[in-house]
């Protein structure tokens, strides 16, 4: 459709000024969006979980026991010569934790020490953030003392005492009791390298030792949250406005083997019965950050679930036979009701016992993961020809709005039964997400895009070769490339999740993450990608309107938002002719003449290798908005450059002319001119 005053244009630009692209958007005949396009995949990824999101500042706090990792002293030393050994008592703390350390008085303290204050220490994950402000700490402990606990926060290079508090002991000799406290340190620690110390005077110990158990510290998390997230992950995650939270895996929720896939039944309730997990990552994981965590996150971010549920496949390849499946069906019905279930249902009462009775929304529930790898081809083929089959109907029978989506897609050769989604993931080159822009053009079943990132450069390195050390700018221009594709076909695009999210740069696996960080927050990184996901996440389309022209090198979605009232466009511009910069001439049907418009444009620098490395704290991507008004045919003119990514909103006009937004991780500058 368009108007007299398009036509209008048209003849305007039939001087060849330039060799512009002309883009004209209708006022009708698009689509409604799914209106939550962007988001992420979080999983328990060496350490991204615990010691990640999760703020939990003690390492191996319950000394876990799991099918592949023996329980282990690990992260914990002995204070004044006390011999820490780890025991199954008789009486453990709970079924789910069988283990605990036995903390006794050493020889050196009793016979060749003055002081008789024993105790132990952790050193957390690879260090702990100390600052003014106050922790919540709790322990558990079994055995008579007379006297108090000192619980403090100390360098573990100079043994300097940051903050310090006595917690009175109420220990009985053959019963484990809680103490909790709170410790806010007196001054800020210079670097992370601190530990959490605990003592006690053995002189009060009749029986020589004491036993311990779920040893835990938080700095206050995000949203005060208990048992919640770690404040400045949390917000580099929040500021990407994300709205789509894949959880909780990826390879987590299959586990190693049929024996210990992630069961969610395990990840709730008061933490002395979270048994942990037998992490696919190679470490034992606490279940800490567990199911209400993350349901209480989606919450807290606005962001709309899909949750997968395990469908009988594990990363061994173990298979649930067809006669053996119901029971996992079963488990994946009360993990919604869990989730979405009223009040008084039999799983929705157990959430509401947990602090939480309104439902949580459910719209899209994921039946297994990535089913045509592990164990392919046979998995795959009993994905389709019954496991895939039987939870989509179940699920739908029991939850008929519920959206189900298969773990795998038409791509891996899966036509979905009806009324059954897709899930495509790719980690590619930046060429491949450019060439798959038009991908989903043609797709008649309903497709989210659950992992997706730019992570190898240009020039064919295969799946098993080297990685970027971290994301760049011209894969995040590749990836914005595949993002708009998406977008203009979000009838059929359910929306997309960058995975995996979040990296411990102490301990890593996969270097393309959207987030880095270590204990020291000072290195917690925004990546070029991030950038990129936070622009095309700040302006959500509620239509795509159908428009004019060619694409390549200029890719572009045009829309508007009920919601704001703004019309909006997108582009990214990727190996633009001889990386000459791109004249854009763009009219909306119905926006007259006169009106202004916000135009954010991302440039990365001349080597478009170039990273956000958290060592170095440099932001390599350029953030310049400004204001371009329509002329007086109502067109808005501007020039994209070679390997940039933009907005143009008419509802976020700002009434500068032009400014530069330069950001470093923590801290965001703003200059104009
Ligand atoms: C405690 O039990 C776990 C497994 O149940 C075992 O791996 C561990 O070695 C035992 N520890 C001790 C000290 O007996
Ligand atoms: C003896 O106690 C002091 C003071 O607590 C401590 O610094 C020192 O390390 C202890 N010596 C031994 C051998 O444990
Ligand atoms: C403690 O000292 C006694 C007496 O010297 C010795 O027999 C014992 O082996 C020592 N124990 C440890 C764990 O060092
Ligand atoms: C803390 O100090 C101990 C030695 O007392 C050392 O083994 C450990 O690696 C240190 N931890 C960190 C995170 O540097
Ligand atoms: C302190 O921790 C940092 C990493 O957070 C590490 O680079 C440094 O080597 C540590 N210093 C000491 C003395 O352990
Ligand atoms: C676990 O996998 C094996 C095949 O490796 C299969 O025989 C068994 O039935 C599976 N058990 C369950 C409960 O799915
Ligand atoms: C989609 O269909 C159109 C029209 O048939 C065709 O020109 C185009 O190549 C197809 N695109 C894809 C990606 O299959
Ligand atoms: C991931 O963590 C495990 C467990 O510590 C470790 O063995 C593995 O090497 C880590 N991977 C990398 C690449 O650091
Ligand atoms: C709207 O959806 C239809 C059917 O999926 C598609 O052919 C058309 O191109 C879409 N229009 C826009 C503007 O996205
Ligand atoms: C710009 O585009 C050209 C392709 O025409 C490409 O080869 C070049 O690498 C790009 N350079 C930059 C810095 O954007
Ligand atoms: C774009 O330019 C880059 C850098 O010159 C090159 O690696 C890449 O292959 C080009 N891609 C396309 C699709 O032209
Ligand atoms: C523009 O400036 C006016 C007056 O200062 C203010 O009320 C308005 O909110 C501003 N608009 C934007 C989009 O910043």
Redesign the pocket.
Known sequence: MVSLKLAALAGALAVPLTAAVEISVSSEGGNATSGHQYGFLHEDINNSGDGGLYAELVRNRAFQVSETFPPTLEAWYPVNGAQLSLKNLSTPLSEALPTSMNVAAGNSTRYSNSTTKVGFFNDGYWGMDVKVQTYSGSFWVLGEYDGSFTASLQSNITGEVFGSVKVESQSQPDEWIEHTFELTPFKDAPSSNNTFVITFDSVGVSSGSLDFNVISLFPPTYKGRKNGMRIDIAEALEELHPTLFRIPGGNMLEGLANTSWWDWKNSIGPLKDRPGFSGVWEYQQTNGLGLMEYLQFAEDLGMELVVGVYDGLSLNGDVTPQDELQPFIDDALNEIEFISGSADSTWGSVRAELGHPEPFPLKYVEVGNEDWLAGAPESWTTFKAYRFPMFLEAINEAYPDIQVISSGSYYDGYDMPEPGAGDYHVYAEPDTLVSEFNKFDNITTLHLIGEMAAVHPNGGIGWDGLLMPFPWWGGAVGEAVSLIGYERNTDRIIGAAYAPIIRNMNRWQWSITMIQFAADPALTTRSTSWYVWELMAAHIMTDTLPATSDFDPLFYVAGKSDKTGGHIFKAAVYNSTDGADVPVKLAFEGVGPGTAAELTVLTGPENPYSVNDPFTGVNVVETTKSTVTSNEQGVFEFDLPNLSVAVLDTS????STSRKVKSRWNRQVEYRW
């Open positions: 976020s006009a700002s009434n």
